[in-house]
């Protein structure tokens, strides 16, 4: 259908006496295909802005499950979706939004078994994640599949946005993140939101922008921010551009690979000295719960943030993780260690950091951190 119908003359209005836009780009916009990986802070400005335009066909990626400390920025939900997974919620708020667009819900990670499949069937990726195995994972699906993708960054009052691997005139590709980012940074060198607080309207520039880009790769109108990365300082609004360089870094990119271990992370695996695989030793809640009762004698370290401890805490000793390599010393080597964090995440980063750079043998993680610890031992336990 090449015509755009009464009522979406109507809802699309404004679009339509746009100089430069009109009817052609709003049934170009009508015919993409634009996938979100990740509905947080900046997926969901960029859903909702790209459902309202018109998008024809969205695809939403996201396998976590909304919680409460999720609202302050992810402006796509209520407190009636907490504790669902995002991608469905999105799905059903987005379908009342606009129901000429028909929007896809992923309730799964991206993962290099079924990157290329998903991302082959859209002409562009917006990446809306977190982590910088999941940037790298996009970026190098998109690079094999020709595809260009938006990307868009934040922490605390700080963000950056950039188009990378879109098609020229000439038939060439414009920079990729690698020409930007040739290695990733040390695990826990780059903290993340959870750690290091974001400014709740921060997510919802950066995620506006990239629907913007989004909208001027369908359309054609403008120039997309390519070999460009913007930086943005939302305490100042200050604005900074750099060029990005092409360093031909896509001509390596052949085949996608294991992203957690190139980022140094390996999913809770440790290395020893000859390289062999390790399992990252862990205990339950149930079985810290269990060393409580019986007065055991061990170290229970407490990895989070002050303010997160204030929340709630277990009654362990608080070195928050940007701490704890000035205090190795305070650390035992000669009892049991349990090391926490929120998720367990953060603390099983910095078990395997101690263990690798401090010849540690008694450490252990506590599995699902203190959100396990409320919904197995105390449902009463506040958690954020």
């Known amino acids: 259908m090449n015509k755009l119908t009464p009522e979406e003359l109507q809802r699309y209005s404004r679009h339509l006496v746009l100089q430069d836009f009109g009817v052609e780009n709003q049934l170009r916009l009508r015919n993409a295909k634009i996938l979100v990986v990740g509905a947080g802070g900046l997926g969901c400005p960029a859903l909702l802005y790209l459902t309202a335009a018109g998008t024809g066909t969205i695809g939403v990626m996201d396998g976590d499950r909304l919680e409460i400390s999720n609202l302050q920025r992810q402006v796509l939900y209520t407190v009636h979706d907490i504790g669902h997974n995002k991608a469905e919620a ?9 129901p000429f667009s028909v929007v896809k819900s992923y309730p799964f990670r991206l993962t290099s078994e079924n990157a290329l499949d998903i991302i082959s069937g859209f002409d562009l990726v917006i990446d809306g994640t977190d982590n910088f195995p999941a940037r790298y994972l996009i970026n190098d699906a998109c690079v094999i599949l020709n595809k260009p993708f938006v990307y ?6 700080e963000g950056q946005a950039a188009v990378f691997n879109l098609k020229n005139a000439a038939g060439g590709f414009s920079a990729n993140y690698r020409d930007l980012f040739p290695e990733p940074p040390g695990p826990g060198a780059v903290p993340n939101c959870e750690e290091a607080g974001v400014l709740g309207v921060l ?23 390519v070999n460009r990365l913007l930086i943005l300082d939302s305490a100042t609004m200050q604005q900074t551009m750099i060029r990005i360089a092409d360093h031909h870094t896509r001509e390596n990119i052949k085949s996608l690979i294991d992203y957690e271990d190139f980022c140094g992370i390996n999913a809770g695996k440790s290395k020893s000295l000859n390289d062999k695989p390790l399992t990252m030793k862990e205990v339950t809640v149930q079985e810290l719960k269990k060393l409580m009762d019986s007065n055991a004698d061990f170290q229970l370290i407490d990895v989070r943030e002050p303010h997160e401890y204030d929340i709630c805490n277990l009654n362990g000793e608080l070195i928050p993780m940007s701490d704890i390599p000035n205090n190795v010393d305070k650390i035992s080597k000669d009892k049991q260690v349990v090391l926490h964090c929120r998720s367990g995440k953060r ?14 043998h008694n450490l252990y993680n506590l599995k699902g951190g203190i959100l396990a610890w409320a919904r197995e031992i105390d449902p009463e336990f506040p958690t954020y």
């Open 90 to 98: 999105a799905r059903e708020r987005l379908a009342l939004l606009n």
């Open 152 to 157: 868009a960054s934040i922490l605390q009052y």
């Open 203 to 225: 997510p919802g520039l950066l995620g506006c922008i990239q629907a913007n880009e989004a909208i001027k790769i369908i359309t054609g109108i403008g120039e997309p921010l």
């Open 347 to 360: 603390s099983g980063d910095m078990l395997l950091w101690l263990e690798k750079n401090h010849d540690f």
